[in-house]
């Protein structure tokens, strides 16, 4: 992007270091608080600086309606601020105590089966519910209260893992008050967008709506797609009201909510205005029998630049990871030597200043007493993990020039929400779950950039696009308003597009365009969608490029999975299918429009067909580059930077040694070392060059 990098502060500028600590559970040691002492010992020794405190801890901080026990966060918040570390503290309202569901059965959540559940799990509460906001938003005015002045307190972490959804009657009527807002009162208005005459499903009034549910309206997608808005907004709602003390107490503490990813529960891009800082819990099951550690590695990278991208750009913390393994996969396999390391200083070089870990010391029982931690329960630091983490814990220590520097990517990739809960919903294609392959596919077009160690942001359809050379949207079947004329004027002003197969097709309450697809795209890319072809896993057919065209690409390729059919209408046919009915049709196309270019894939192909086109691409665009070198296969490289020194990680995800030409005088920022020629990557090595 042409505007300049500039470098953030540190998360809480109070303590500007890189952060490096985990979720600390105190409270199931109460009663053996010698282990609290030996647990600050072993975080010296762990070069860990912050710790997450108090997450689910509610039954201990109020065992009784208004009876309250801080004694034993005292003692610990004491404890880390004399060890010259700070504290995460935690909102507890993930899981509350039996009392509050004994006597306030109306916090439980009902599901959409309409049944009511009973007391226990996490996030099993209403977030309408008046009683659980009161009672949340208590203990929390207590604890910032009690602790707005602590040395320790460094940031708040508000509640885990936000998630899920409440059909009671409190959620219903909260759901028609939103209905009325979004379509002003006017129920014809939601009936059109809804298309209600289908199956005769009108309404006469806001009154008559409920939920969807398995046993009664779950077909009408507008319905859908209004009700998972609806949980993202009312689950931000609470959010926000969980706040009200945080911001009024301690205007100075950062926020903080723990994201899981590309969960498809919330639209994180709705939520994300509202915290100071993004966070999220990366648990990636590596050394896997069916795919190769470095294709993983890119899976998580789209991910580490979602969060980046969240707040423009600003660095992110990685709030959870494991230096282990899990407990909760089909098969919890072990970190092999290296990849602790490596896939921590990852997050890094996407972005993070933190390194965090669910969880410090093992539990002793329940559902996560076999997850990974730092302290196992021989509850020693003589251990393979424990030394893992201490290496990461100086790696951080050495990474200091790297906090709050950023990267200003030329190109991005869209990912929506929105439209994923669209493309899921849609009775087309391959039905079946993940079988529409919306993510896939995102990440695969991602892919061909991150293996040529060119940075991308992973954005939402209504970020703006001004400041990019390339937009890439990859199945962007929802037009939102306005996304269509943005990205037409995105071209038009000299901007390159590349859309693919399933674009265009629906608008924001999932009413097909007319006329038409790719809807109003069809100018810009120039050409007419007329049908699509879904294969079974069986089928393929062939990709062939057009001898004359103009990224001088060659060679056969395979299209599987989908192949629309379309016609150019105006654009250049740079590829053609080679077999079916459709052999000889379009299957890659480019218009002129304006100062700028639009493409369109209209197959899901092979991924070698992605390498070739986008790097043909790039080259033309001449996309940044995090290093002007060719990386072997698995070794990637990423860019930090505050607009003059760069920082960049070379990371090898391979079970082999790799070379690296690196084509400037260099310094390691881990080792000291001058590099300048070629750098050696040991497996699951990192190099952090200093330029």
């Known amino acids: 992007m042409s505007s300049k990098p500039r470098q953030y502060p540190a998360i809480n500028p109070s303590f500007p270091n890189m952060l490096h600590g985990g979720d600390y ?88 089966n309409r049944h009511r559940n009973l007391h226990g799990g996490r996030h099993n509460h209403c977030f309408t519910s008046p009683v659980y906001r009161e009672k949340t938003q208590k203990i929390n005015r207590l604890l910032a209260e009690r602790y707005k002045d602590h040395p320790a307190l460094l940031v708040w972490h508000i509640s885990n893992e936000y998630g899920g959804e409440c059909h009671c009657d409190l959620c219903q009527n909260a759901f028609r008050d939103w209905l009325r807002k979004r379509y002003n009162h006017d129920i014809d208005a939601l009936n059109l967008a809804w298309w209600t005459g289908f199956w005769s499903h009108r309404f006469n009034s806001f009154d008559q709506i409920e939920s969807p549910a398995p046993h009664g309206e779950h077909s009408v997608h507008g319905h859908n797609l209004d009700w998972r808005r609806f949980v ?193 919903d849609a009775q087309a294609l391959r039905n079946g779950r993940g079988e529409k392959k919306y993510e896939e596919v995102c990440k695969q077009h991602y892919q061909a950039f991150w293996e040529q160690g060119i940075p991308v942001d992973v954005i939402d359809s209504e970020c703006d696009f001004s400041g990019y050379k390339l937009v890439v949207a990859p199945m962007l079947y929802m037009l939102k308003p306005g996304v269509a004329e943005r990205l037409t004027a995105f071209v038009e002003a000299g901007g390159t597009l590349v859309t693919t197969f399933f674009t265009g097709y629906v608008d924001q309450s999932d009413l097909c365009f007319l006329g038409g697809f790719p809807g109003p795209l069809k100018k810009v890319t120039g050409i007419w969608s007329e049908e699509i072809d879904s294969l079974y896993d069986t089928d393929t057919n062939g990709v062939r490029f057009s001898v004359d065209n103009e990224l001088g ?100 995800y391979s079970e082999e040694e790799k070379t690296v030409a690196i084509p400037e005088k260099a310094t390691d920022l881990l080792t000291g070392t001058e590099c300048f020629g070629t750098v050696g990557l040991e497996p699951y090595g990192v190099v952090v060059l200093k330029i």
């Open 232 to 424: 993202t907004a009312q689950t931000t709602d609470f959010m926000k009201q969980e706040m009200i003390p945080l911001r009024e107490l301690t205007p100075n503490i950062p926020i903080t909510t723990n994201m899981m990813g590309t969960y498809p529960g919330l639209d994180y891009w709705k939520m994300a205005p509202e915290l100071d800082v993004i966070s999220w819990d990366n648990y990636p099951s590596w050394h896997r029998d069916d795919r190769k550690t470095w294709q993983l590695a890119s899976d998580i990278a789209f991910v580490h630049d979602i969060n980046r991208c969240l707040k423009g750009g600003k660095p992110f913390m990685l709030m959870e990871s494991t230096p282990s393994h899990v407990n909760w996969q089909p098969v919890n396999k072990l970190k092999r030597p290296g990849m602790h390391r490596l896939s921590s200083l990852q997050a890094v070089a996407h972005g993070a200043d933190t390194v965090q870990y669910f969880q410090w010391r093992k539990s002793r029982g329940a559902s996560e007493k076999f997850h990974g931690a730092v302290v196992d329960h021989v509850g020693h630091e003589h251990t393979r993990v424990f030394r893992d983490v201490t290496e990461v814990g100086l790696d951080l220590e050495k990474l200091s020039p790297v906090i709050g520097t950023t990267v200003r990517p030329d190109a991005a990739v869209i990912y929506d929400w929105e439209n994923r809960w669209a493309i899921d």
């Open 25 to 112: 559970n105190p409270d199931q040691w109460i009663r053996t608080p010698e282990i609290w002492d030996e647990d600050m010992r072993l975080m010296n020794l762990a070069h860990c600086n912050t710790m997450s405190v108090g997450i689910f801890s509610w039954a201990m901080l109020e065992p009784e309606e208004g009876c309250y026990e801080f004694g034993w966060l005292d003692t610990i918040m004491d404890k880390l601020a004399a060890e010259g570390a700070r504290a995460v503290l935690a909102t507890p309202s993930g899981a509350w105590p039996a009392w509050l569901s004994k006597k306030y059965p109306e916090v439980m959540r009902i599901e959409s």
């Open 553 to 652: 690409l060659a060679g056969a390729w395979m299209a599987h999975t989908y192949c629309e059919i379309i016609h150019a209408e105006g654009a250049r046919v740079a590829a053609s299918y080679t077999t079916d009915f459709y052999a000889d049709q379009p299957v890659l196309t480019v218009n002129d429009y304006g100062k700028g270019q639009a493409w369109h894939l209209a197959a899901m192909t092979e991924y070698g067909f992605l390498q070739a086109f986008y790097g043909k691409l790039a080259e033309k665009l001449t996309l940044l580059h995090s290093l002007d070198t060719e990386l072997p296969e698995g070794v990637s490289a990423q860019l930090r930077t505050d607009g003059s020194t760069r920082f960049v990680f070379l990371m090898n």
